[in-house]
């Protein structure tokens, strides 16, 4: 399923941006590319895969949750009694 969205690791967090990605480089952003992400930060994107495995930036996450109609990290925390 496409979004609108494409997740970057980028400032080691992972975000997610609506910026184009570039057309050579397939389906993520190609590493030292300035990204501006959901939650409003520019980044420069990392590639790798240890980039991967960074946190995930809270406000993308809440922001392309909103995007695809899922149910808001802090509504399903509070259901089951954690919080992050």
């Given at each position: 399923m496409?979004?609108?969205f494409t997740?970057?690791?980028?400032d080691r967090a992972r975000h997610?941006?609506?910026?184009?990605v570039p057309s050579f480089s397939?389906?993520?952003f190609p590493p030292?590319?300035?990204v501006t992400t959901l939650c409003?930060?520019?980044?420069t994107s990392a590639t790798g895969d240890l980039a991967w495995l960074w946190?995930?930036?809270r406000t993308c996450?809440?922001?392309?949750?909103?995007i695809v109609g899922l149910e808001p990290l802090a509504e399903i925390e509070r259901r089951i009694g954690t919080n992050s």
């Open positions: 496409s979004h609108p997740w970057v690791p980028g997610a941006s609506q910026d184009q397939g389906n993520e030292d590319i300035t409003g930060q520019r980044v946190k995930t930036c996450d809440e922001r392309t949750r909103e």
